[in-house]
């Protein structure tokens, strides 16, 4: 099993995950939006720990670096890597089965009100005929 070496060029993946994975665990995001991490740091940073923040913003600024060729390579990739893996490992086991009870909780919350309309609809029938 061979492990890639991060490079600058990752950076901007690395940044773009943390992102979505913000956004899906602590919202922030309008649907089909895809905010970058200084953003969704602005909007939901406070939710993280304070350790993992500042691991956070300086993701974010190495981010917004890295668009220049010449100052992304001068930046601590390594530590980046670091970085990206501790967010990575505490956000993506929170939010995995809470999303998972959440959307089946909305389908059968879906459910139950299609149940209780048609029943309504089935009681009215039956007074405006006189069954009732």
Do not use: C, K, N, Y
């Amino acid at each position: 099993m061979t492990r890639t070496v991060p490079t600058f060029e990752d950076i901007p993946r690395m940044a773009d995950q943390i992102a979505a994975l913000i956004a899906s665990r602590f919202g922030g995001a309008r649907r089909g939006e895809r905010p970058p991490l200084h953003v969704m740091l602005r909007r939901r940073g406070g939710a993280l720990p304070p350790r993992l923040r500042r691991r956070a913003a300086r993701l974010a600024q190495a981010d917004l670096r890295a668009a220049q060729p010449r100052v992304a390579r001068q930046l601590p990739v390594a530590e980046l890597a670091r970085d990206h893996a501790a967010l990575l490992a505490h956000l993506q086991p929170l939010g995995e089965i809470a999303r998972w009870q959440g959307r089946a909780v909305s389908f059968a919350a879906s459910v139950a009100f299609g149940l209780i309309v048609l029943a309504a609809i089935g009681v009215w029938i039956a007074v405006q005929r006189g069954l009732l």
